[in-house]
Structure formats: C-alpha cells, structure tokens
C-alpha cells in the first residue's frame, strides 16, 4: 500500500478552505505547525496517562491538523524553506513523543512488552524520515517524490496506530499479561485483548517501517545505478 503524491494533493485540497479559515483569523504557517505539535504532546501525555482512547484520538487530531500548516502555505504563497524545515522537525519530535507516551503508559500498567514494541516502532519510523532526508540531501528524488515511496509513510502509521489505540480502549484496555501461561515477570491477565491489538499495530508499524526503509534504499540505489550523472 503506498499513497501517491497525487493522491496527496487530493486529500490536502479538501483541507484548503478550513486552513485558509484560520489564516483569516491572523494564524500564520509556523503557528499551525506549533499548534499541531502542542496538539500531539496533549495526546502523548493522555497515553501517558493510560487514557488509551481519548489519547489516540487527540493523536490522530494532532496528525490531521498537521496538514494545515502547509495547506496554508502554499495557498497563500508562503512557501519557505524555513517553514518546511520548521514543519519536518516538529513532525519527527510529535511522532516520537507519541511513542514515548505509550512507552510510559505501558511500562505504567506493567506491559513492558508494549513498551518494547513501541521502543521498537519508534526507532523504525525514524529511520524511514531519516532514509528520506538523507537520500534528498544527496540530491536524490528531490521534492515529495520520496514520500509516496514504500508501504509504511507517515500517513499510514498515523491511522495504524490510532487503530490500535482505539481498538486497544475498547477492549479492555492495555493491561499486564501472561505469555504461554507462564508467570514471565511482565504480570497477569485474565483478558489481555486490548494489550494484544495494541501490540499488533505497533508491530505492524515496526515490521512495515522497516521494510519501507528497504524499500527506499532501494530506490535511492536504482537512482545512482541508472542515473549516475544525477546532482548528488
């Protein structure tokens, strides 16, 4: 599954009219992005807090939010470098305080599987943003191009771990569990559903992270191999 650069611009197209809605009311690019961030530490302190269902939910609101910033931009014509420099760097620190959000409020109901698989996610995310900045720093698909590479793109790890979140909420909760029937130290369940969903999307998240990673070398790699005079 990947998400077309087109397909992108669809969905931001349908945004348009609520951010330009709140340039009129005197917010600038740079102020969205910094309310959108300020939106995701209030979900990543909600987890945190182990309110698993309104914490997903403020994630997923900080996540949509986030497009207005450069919604606004590029339909006022104040598109910069520095705003997408300010936008890239707040969009990694909200994804990691999110994941260090279930990494507390899973270690705090002592399902430390959790919080090895969000550990986990976290570190797998990363590397696809840091594959993408490192290989346009090189002058290697230079735009958005590198965004609609790969089957795990911001987007999609977005509305997966909003899944498992919500879905972890309504079923039960995320709680201590016993693996194989056995006593391993990570605590007891009777109904540990909701810490099984939630471990599957992270794990979802983790597995295709990494195989978007791969995905994205490779492409960089068949860039260098049938365009060595590409500016690098």
Partial sequence: MTISNDSRARIKKVF???ALGMG??????????LIGFAITVIGA??????????GGLVVLFGGVFDMFDGTLARAT???SNLGAFMD??????????????????????????GAWFAAAALASAFMVSYVRAKSEGLGFTQGSGMAAVGIMPREVRLIV?????????????VMPVEILGENTGLGVSVDATGSFFLLLA????????TITVIQRILHVR???????????
């Fill in 16 to 18: 348009e009219p609520i």
């Fill in 24 to 33: 009129r009311l005197g917010l600038t690019p740079d102020a969205l992005t």
């Fill in 45 to 54: 302190t909600l987890l945190a807090a182990q309110l698993w269902l309104v």
């Fill in 77 to 79: 014509g104040r598109v």
């Fill in 88 to 113: 890239s760097v707040f969009d990694r620190a909200g994804e990691a305080i999110v994941y260090v959000g279930i990494v507390i409020g899973a270690s705090r109901a002592h399902f430390e599987l």
């Fill in 161 to 173: 771990l909003t899944i498992g979140l919500v879905g972890a909420a309504a079923l039960g909760g």
């Fill in 202 to 209: 992270l794990a979802i998240i983790a597995i295709g992270a």
């Fill in 222 to 232: 068949d860039q260098a191999t049938h365009h060595p005079n590409q500016n690098q």
